[in-house]
């Protein structure tokens, strides 16, 4: 069983900043990769950011320049900071990890979300 929980949601004002983080703990044999998706109102989840094991990063266009995505391998860890938000930012963020419990099975995880909203 692996939990991924994230922190770090809340209330920005446009062009500000807000950092989420993402702890993942359980039986976690090898990590394929961390990342973040997003979904607002009405929409489909969507990829933010993601990292993989071999160091990959790869960015929504929409977020590319104001977001990066960073990764402590040790502690299956990743960080998402956000800078310069818009309003069309807002949405539910979602951490997800993708990796194997051991040689052979595989799992996909996902936290419980955390809400982004930027208004003025």
């Known amino acids: 069983q692996v939990q991924v929980v994230e922190s770090g949601g809340g209330l920005v004002q446009p062009g500000e900043s807000l950092t989420l983080s993402c702890a993942a703990s359980?039986?976690?044999?090898?990590?394929?990769?961390m990342g973040w998706y997003r979904q607002a109102p009405g929409s489909e989840r969507e990829l933010v950011a993601s990292?993989?094991?071999?160091?990959?990063?790869m960015y929504a266009e929409s977020v590319k320049g104001r977001f990066t995505i960073s990764r402590l391998n040790a502690m299956n860890t990743v960080a998402l900071q956000m800078n310069s938000l818009k309003p069309e930012d807002t949405a539910v963020y979602y951490c997800?990890?993708?990796?194997?419990?051991?040689?052979?099975?595989?799992?996909?995880?996902w936290g419980q979300g955390t809400l982004v909203t930027v208004s003025s």
């Open positions: 997800n990890l993708r990796g194997y419990s051991d040689y052979v099975n595989s799992f996909d995880a």
């Open positions: 359980g039986n976690i044999f090898r990590t394929v990769a």
């Open positions: 990292t993989n094991a071999g160091g990959a990063i």
